[in-house]
């Protein structure tokens, strides 16, 4: 307490008051609930330290109220590389999507090579036949003009775009792009603003010919999907995985607020972008699936605590739109710490399922280093660093009791021994694609 | 025959060569002005492209605009417009001098100091907008580009107030989103589907790379495509639209090549067709000719032997009035002189009709010797009453040596036609003038007369067999219109020929020449 001013102590008060208020009035059934919470429920007395903050967005199971309806763009990649059973496993699994959606949903189908095309403008999905046999016709063209290709799609879900639908672009490729803006900054950028206006774009990358870093920075800068598909024969099975997964959204426009407590410093945002000012830290999600946890997790400093002391760390709020009655609904929560100085008390207080994220989050982020060295051609770096990974990701899953780390321990360990073979580019995909996943928590 | 077919391809060709010649110039000529009417095609067309780029850059304005007012409006909210609006990145107050304001005193969001990073080239040297000439800011405000890695980077300021004594509102802009929304504006099937294969139209970026394209022809080096440019400006400067395609591909154009085959295919198919109808009508008219002329033979053969016998008799009556003593039987004297005038004027009618029937065989002159001028003044006699009874003065101009190798009958022939053509065309002449001269072999007679001669148009047809012409002097005259082809004729096979000469004082001055070998002296 004694660190604490009495500034700082009146202005925990006030906001405590403040947050408890807003979660009684705000207690009633809602389409997302909030999980807060730290690492670990109880820390060192003593000096200001570092803690993580989880944020957690849970989608309540959706009840037999209609799904959302699904405003959707898909665009293929038509280029010469496509020629052959790519193609035609492509359009198959088009056409088995489409076959999918109800009659409210909304389609598109956008084809690119050097130019990009509408096929099927924005219709309802009531004439299914018409659609997929408009598919079946694709052919074979040339280079591969993703921007237009993507612009395009979101041209046509823009067309009836609402909040209250799932506005999606579904963007397969097989190939570099090669006409129009065409670096993983740029296309995220791109992804980025459609993001802003609910658009996301799900990016399946087919084979292993394409950009995994532009596909996947244009799904996470739009809260799509990815999926590195080395198959077409997989093609069906991730189209069915995406479709289902954009039926199942509880609620869209997602605004997250965290305002930390006076003293609490927000240092970094691990594994999804968001901004920092100050003591708030704000983030937008287009979507939370049903029955699926999304979150984030944000570095924090807190301030020096004595022995017994309750500390408020921060309140997060949820703005968001619940598809089910579509109406704007916001669930907020109250994280909290004590400082204690005995530590088997501490290290009991561990919270798992927090602790188990957080060293995944840190692997990642090792992860994306020793890809990064690698890229330098500085192989052996990038060795030591995931052969380190393993361990600690080894270490921590026994403690933990994780399958999850335990499996990601055995990828760090495949990317090790494939960082020289000639599988690489394919060994790089699965990289991106499986970090994607973890910042992500993508359904599928 | 031959020479009607001739005529005909004739006919066909300098025609066909004319038009060739002329389409070949006209090639040249009009390919220069076909490829500048290609280009204002093309040119036209390009425009509302380009105006769609120009609208969608205005609204991009506009839209921006509005933003940068509503957080002139809501200082406070200004960094949650950001968040929310697609098109823009970061949002910063400039003062008058260039420095970034922060609201309420709260600290840079991290979103923000990475925009002050990528910008600190042009922020951090406390830039502001130019000013205008006018010294006034447009208060639609303005772009500004920057760099940063991969891109370039865009800005939108726009002015507090006209001067900017309160600063500026600047917006990072997020380009790649304003590229997107230009890409659905412009995707439009600008061309149909012929021409996706002969067309090529591409926006050009700042880097001079393809960022979007319509159609996939592609032109070979040595092609010539119409080529039409357009360049952007504002957020798209540097940014350039260009339209190819090859000329024949320019809707609505005239193909020189189409046109000249075409016009040649027209032409061949008039002159095929005219020919076709000329050579009908020429053998029909051949045929019909050949059909009266034998007919004609015919009739005349077996008119030729009562004729004869009636000359006879009118002769053998002469000789029995001669017998009578003078100033008796006037009037029998008178008439049997008609019966035998007009006796010979019917011989030698049937004799042409005879000679012309014959003349396709090639005949032969009878050569004999004799005197051309005698036989000349035996031929003229026969006329002398006809002429003086019509008041023609026959005179008499000779001038060929005595004895000659030639066919007495066919100079007969000859020089009867003439006169008998004097006779019936000249007789307001009043005079008609028989000369005669000789040289190197060729004896050459010349009938002149007073009359009205011929008609220019006439000139070349005269000496054709049928042919007749119809003047107020010709009218009411009869005549089948052999005479003078047979003189033509038999002039030709007599190793000479005929010909018409207008006569130097009015007149007509017929004439025709044979061959005519003169006997040695010594002989």
Same mark, same amino acid.
Request: charged share 25%; glycine share 8%.
């Given at each position: 307490?004694?660190?604490?001013?009495?500034?700082?102590?009146?202005?925990?008060?006030?906001?405590?008051?403040?947050?408890?208020?807003?979660?009684?009035?705000?207690?009633?059934?809602?389409?997302?609930?909030?999980?807060?919470?730290?690492?670990?429920?109880?820390?060192?007395?003593?000096?200001?330290?570092?803690?993580?903050?989880?944020?957690?967005?849970?989608?309540?199971?959706?009840?037999?109220?209609?799904?959302?309806?699904?405003?959707?763009?898909?665009?293929?990649?038509?280029?010469?590389?496509?020629?052959?059973?790519?193609?035609?496993?492509?359009?198959?699994?088009?056409?088995?999507?489409?076959?999918?959606?109800?009659?409210?949903?909304?389609?598109?189908?956008?084809?690119?090579?050097?130019?990009?095309?509408?096929?099927?403008?924005?219709?309802?999905?009531?004439?299914?036949?018409?659609?997929?046999?408009?598919?079946?016709?694709?052919?074979?063209?040339?280079?591969?003009?993703?921007?237009?290709?993507?612009?395009?799609?979101?041209?046509?879900?823009?067309?009836?775009?609402?909040?209250?639908?799932?506005?999606?672009?579904?963007?397969?490729?097989?190939?570099?792009?090669?006409?129009?803006?065409?670096?993983?900054?740029?296309?995220?950028?791109?992804?980025?603003?459609?993001?802003?206006?609910?658009?996301?774009?799900?990016?399946?990358?087919?084979?292993?010919?394409?950009?995994?870093?532009?596909?996947?920075?244009?799904?996470?800068?739009?809260?799509?999907?990815?999926?590195?598909?080395?198959?077409?024969?997989?093609?069906?099975?991730?189209?069915?995985?995406?479709?289902?997964?954009?039926?199942?959204?509880?609620?869209?426009?997602?605004?997250?607020?965290?305002?930390?407590?006076?003293?609490?410093?927000?240092?970094?945002?691990?594994?999804?972008?968001?901004?920092?000012?100050?003591?708030?830290?704000?983030?937008?999600?287009?979507?939370?699936?049903?029955?699926?946890?999304?979150?984030?997790?944000?570095?924090?400093?807190?301030?020096?605590?004595?022995?017994?002391?309750?500390?408020?760390?921060?309140?997060?709020?949820?703005?968001?739109?619940?598809?089910?009655?579509?109406?704007?609904?916001?669930?907020?929560?109250?994280?909290?710490?004590?400082?204690?100085?005995?530590?088997?008390?501490?290290?009991?207080?561990?919270?798992?399922?927090?602790?188990?994220?957080?060293?995944?989050?840190?692997?990642?982020?090792?992860?994306?280093?020793?890809?990064?060295?690698?890229?330098?051609?500085?192989?052996?770096?990038?060795?030591?660093?995931?052969?380190?990974?393993?361990?600690?990701?080894?270490?921590?899953?026994?403690?933990?009791?994780?399958?999850?780390?335990?499996?990601?321990?055995?990828?760090?360990?495949?990317?090790?021994?494939?960082?020289?073979?000639?599988?690489?580019?394919?060994?790089?995909?699965?990289?991106?694609?499986?970090?994607?996943?973890?910042?992500?928590?993508?359904?599928? | 025959?031959?020479?009607?077919?001739?005529?005909?391809?004739?006919?066909?060709?300098?025609?066909?060569?004319?038009?060739?010649?002329?389409?070949?110039?006209?090639?040249?000529?009009?390919?220069?002005?076909?490829?500048?009417?290609?280009?204002?095609?093309?040119?036209?067309?390009?425009?509302?492209?380009?105006?769609?780029?120009?609208?969608?850059?205005?609204?991009?304005?506009?839209?921006?605009?509005?933003?940068?007012?509503?957080?002139?409006?809501?200082?406070?909210?200004?960094?949650?417009?950001?968040?929310?609006?697609?098109?823009?990145?970061?949002?910063?107050?400039?003062?008058?001098?260039?420095?970034?304001?922060?609201?309420?005193?709260?600290?840079?969001?991290?979103?923000?100091?990475?925009?002050?990073?990528?910008?600190?080239?042009?922020?951090?040297?406390?830039?502001?907008?130019?000013?205008?000439?006018?010294?006034?800011?447009?208060?639609?405000?303005?772009?500004?580009?920057?760099?940063?890695?991969?891109?370039?980077? /865009? +800005?939108?300021?726009?002015?507090?107030?006209? =001067?900017?004594?309160? #600063?500026?509102? &600047?917006?990072? @802009?997020e380009r790649n989103a304003l590229l997107a929304d230009l890409v659905a504006r412009l995707s439009r099937a600008w061309l149909s589907s012929e021409e996706q294969t002969q067309h090529y139209i591409a926006l050009y970026d700042d880097q001079n790379k393809v960022f979007l394209s319509w159609g996939r022809a592609t032109f070979a080096e040595d092609s010539r495509p119409i080529v039409v440019n357009s360049n952007l400006s504002a957020a798209l400067r540097g940014w350039s639209f260009e339209w190819k395609?090859?000329?024949?591909?320019?809707?609505?154009?005239?193909?020189?090549?189409?046109?000249?085959?075409?016009?040649?295919?027209?032409?061949?198919?008039?002159?095929?067709?005219?020919?076709? /109808? +000329?050579?009908?009508?020429?053998?029909?008219? =051949?045929?019909?000719? #050949?059909?009266? &002329?034998?007919? @004609?033979?015919?009739?005349?053969?077996?008119?030729?032997?009562?004729?004869?016998?009636?000359?006879?008799?009118?002769?053998?009556?002469?000789?029995?009035?001669?017998?009578?003593?003078?100033?008796?039987?006037?009037?029998?004297?008178?008439?049997?002189?008609?019966?035998?005038?007009?006796?010979?004027?019917?011989?030698?009618?049937?004799?042409?009709?005879?000679?012309?029937?014959?003349?396709?065989?090639?005949?032969?002159?009878?050569?004999?010797?004799?005197?051309?001028?005698d036989a000349v003044r035996l031929s003229a006699e026969s006329f002398a009453a006809s002429f003086y009874e019509k008041g023609l003065d026959l005179s008499f101009k000779l001038a060929c040596p005595g004895g000659c190798i030639f066919d007495a009958d066919w100079l007969d022939q000859m020089l009867g036609n003439l006169l008998s053509n004097a006779e019936k065309y000249a007789r307001d002449g009043h005079s008609v003038e028989l000369a005669s001269v000789y040289k190197d072999g060729t004896a050459t007679?010349?009938?002149?007369?007073?009359?009205?001669?011929?008609?220019?148009?006439?000139?070349?047809?005269?000496?054709?067999?049928?042919?007749?012409?119809h003047t107020r002097h010709t009218d009411g005259v009869g005549g089948a219109g052999l005479g003078l082809a047979i003189v033509r004729d038999l002039a030709r096979a007599h190793g000479g020929d005929a010909g018409y000469l207008a006569n130097p004082g009015g007149g007509a001055r017929f004439w025709f020449s044979l061959r005519a070998d003169e006997v040695s002296k010594e002989a």
């Amino acid at each position: 307490m004694n660190t604490m001013t009495n500034r700082n102590r009146l202005g925990m008060s006030i906001f405590v008051l403040v947050f408890l208020f807003g979660s009684l009035a705000l207690a009633s059934a809602q389409a997302v609930k909030l999980d807060i919470g730290l690492d670990q429920a109880q820390v060192l007395a003593g000096p200001a330290q570092k803690v993580y903050l989880k944020v957690g967005l849970v989608g309540q199971e959706l009840t037999s109220v209609q799904r959302p309806i699904i405003n959707v763009a898909i665009v293929l990649d038509r280029s010469g590389s496509m020629e052959g059973d790519k193609l035609r496993r492509a359009k198959q699994a088009a056409s088995y999507a489409v076959s999918l959606l109800s009659p409210r949903d909304i389609v598109s189908v956008i084809v690119y090579d050097d130019q990009a095309e509408v096929l099927v403008p924005a219709t309802r999905a009531s004439n299914i036949s018409s659609i997929q046999s408009q598919i079946e016709g694709i052919r074979t063209g040339g280079a591969t003009a993703l921007f237009a290709g993507v612009s395009l799609g979101a041209g046509e879900v823009r067309k009836f775009i609402s909040r209250n639908q799932v506005n999606r672009v579904v963007l397969l490729s097989d190939g570099i792009a090669n006409v129009g803006p065409d670096s993983p900054n740029a296309l995220g950028d791109l992804g980025a603003s459609l993001r802003k206006e609910g658009i996301s774009v799900t990016t399946i990358g087919l084979g292993t010919g394409y950009n995994e870093d532009l596909m996947v920075k244009l799904a996470a800068k739009s809260d799509g999907n990815h999926s590195f598909v080395e198959q077409p024969s997989d093609l069906v099975r991730i189209f069915d995985a995406e479709f289902k997964d954009a039926m199942a959204i509880a609620a869209t426009d997602i605004n997250i607020i965290i305002e930390c407590a006076p003293g609490v410093r927000p240092i970094r945002l691990m594994n999804r972008d968001g901004d920092i000012r100050d003591r708030e830290v704000r983030l937008q999600l287009n979507q939370v699936l049903s029955s699926q946890e999304k979150y984030v997790l944000i570095e924090l400093e807190i301030p020096a605590g004595s022995n017994g002391q309750n500390l408020v760390v921060a309140n997060a709020r949820a703005e968001y739109l619940n598809v089910s009655n579509q109406k704007r609904e916001s669930s907020s929560q109250v994280g909290r710490v004590s400082f204690s100085a005995d530590r088997q008390k501490i290290s009991s207080s561990v919270n798992k399922p927090v602790k188990e994220q957080v060293v995944l989050q840190l692997a990642t982020e090792a992860n994306e280093r020793a890809l990064q060295l690698r890229d330098e051609g500085k192989t052996d770096e990038a060795r030591k660093i995931l052969e380190s990974n393993v361990v600690e990701l080894q270490q921590a899953a026994a403690e933990l009791n994780s399958p999850a780390l335990q499996d990601y321990a055995r990828s760090n360990e495949g990317a090790a021994a494939s960082l020289d073979n000639e599988d690489w580019d394919s060994q790089r995909k699965t990289m991106r694609e499986q970090q994607n996943r973890n910042r992500s928590q993508q359904s599928y | 025959m031959k020479r009607t077919t001739a005529l005909a391809s004739l006919m066909v060709l300098i025609p066909l060569v004319a038009v060739l010649v002329l389409g070949v110039w006209q090639i040249n000529v009009d390919e220069g002005k076909a490829r500048m009417r290609a280009s204002a095609i093309l040119a036209d067309r390009l425009m509302v492209l380009e105006q769609l780029s120009t609208q969608a850059q205005a609204q991009w304005q506009q839209k921006l605009l509005e933003i940068t007012q509503k957080a002139r409006a809501n200082p406070d909210q200004i960094h949650q417009q950001a968040e929310a609006e697609p098109w823009v990145r970061a949002l910063v107050g400039l003062d008058p001098k260039g420095r970034i304001e922060i609201p309420n005193g709260r600290p840079a969001s991290v979103k923000e100091q990475e925009f002050f990073v990528r910008s600190a080239n042009l922020l951090s040297a406390s830039w502001v907008p130019t000013v205008p000439e006018s010294g006034r800011y447009d208060p639609r405000g303005g772009w500004q580009e920057f760099y940063w890695h991969d891109g370039v980077q /865009l +800005l939108y300021w726009l002015p507090r107030d006209p =001067l900017a004594s309160k #600063g500026f509102i &600047v917006l990072e @802009v997020e380009r790649n989103a304003l590229l997107a929304d230009l890409v659905a504006r412009l995707s439009r099937a600008w061309l149909s589907s012929e021409e996706q294969t002969q067309h090529y139209i591409a926006l050009y970026d700042d880097q001079n790379k393809v960022f979007l394209s319509w159609g996939r022809a592609t032109f070979a080096e040595d092609s010539r495509p119409i080529v039409v440019n357009s360049n952007l400006s504002a957020a798209l400067r540097g940014w350039s639209f260009e339209w190819k395609a090859g000329l024949e591909a320019i809707n609505d154009q005239f193909d020189p090549r189409l046109w000249l085959g075409l016009g040649i295919g027209l032409i061949v198919a008039v002159f095929v067709w005219v020919f076709m /109808l +000329l050579r009908n009508s020429i053998s029909k008219q =051949l045929q019909e000719a #050949g059909q009266r &002329v034998s007919f @004609v033979n015919q009739v005349s053969h077996e008119l030729k032997t009562p004729l004869t016998n009636i000359r006879l008799y009118a002769e053998l009556l002469e000789s029995r009035f001669a017998k009578e003593p003078a100033g008796t039987l006037v009037k029998e004297r008178e008439y049997s002189a008609i019966i035998l005038r007009e006796g010979r004027k019917l011989s030698r009618l049937i004799h042409n009709v005879l000679t012309f029937g014959r003349r396709q065989k090639a005949d032969k002159p009878n050569l004999r010797e004799g005197i051309i001028d005698d036989a000349v003044r035996l031929s003229a006699e026969s006329f002398a009453a006809s002429f003086y009874e019509k008041g023609l003065d026959l005179s008499f101009k000779l001038a060929c040596p005595g004895g000659c190798i030639f066919d007495a009958d066919w100079l007969d022939q000859m020089l009867g036609n003439l006169l008998s053509n004097a006779e019936k065309y000249a007789r307001d002449g009043h005079s008609v003038e028989l000369a005669s001269v000789y040289k190197d072999g060729t004896a050459t007679v010349t009938v002149s007369d007073r009359g009205p001669g011929l008609p220019p148009h006439a000139l070349s047809k005269a000496f054709l067999p049928f042919e007749r012409f119809h003047t107020r002097h010709t009218d009411g005259v009869g005549g089948a219109g052999l005479g003078l082809a047979i003189v033509r004729d038999l002039a030709r096979a007599h190793g000479g020929d005929a010909g018409y000469l207008a006569n130097p004082g009015g007149g007509a001055r017929f004439w025709f020449s044979l061959r005519a070998d003169e006997v040695s002296k010594e002989a």
